[in-house]
Every structure is written in C-alpha cells, then in structure tokens.
C-alpha cells in the first residue's frame, strides 16, 4: 500500500496524468482556468476511489 491506503501503481498512474497535464500548461497548450479545472477533477476522482 501507498500513500493513503491506495497502491502505488495507483499513485504512478495520477502522476504521470498530473506531469502530462502541468506539461501541457508548461508549452502553453492550455490555459490557467483549463489547468485548473483539469487539476482539480484529477485529485478529486483519485480521492473518491479510496
């Protein structure tokens, strides 16, 4: 078990969603209020499968 009773293929997997998603703002692929939005329901949906 990973951090917060959840498996770390489970974690790898939500890091590199949120290393793709913070790169696609890095190149300026999407904007502030899409990055957010995107973050947001990233954590969220990860939080809810606990």
């Known amino acids: 078990m990973g951090l917060f009773g959840k498996p770390k293929d ?7 969603k ?6 696609d703002y890095d190149n300026e692929k999407i904007d502030g209020e899409t990055y957010s939005k ?3 329901e990233l954590t969220s949906s990860f939080k809810k499968k606990k």
């Open 10 to 16: 489970d974690r790898k997997k939500l890091k590199k």
């Open 38 to 40: 995107k973050m947001m």
């Open 18 to 23: 949120i290393d793709k998603l913070m790169k």
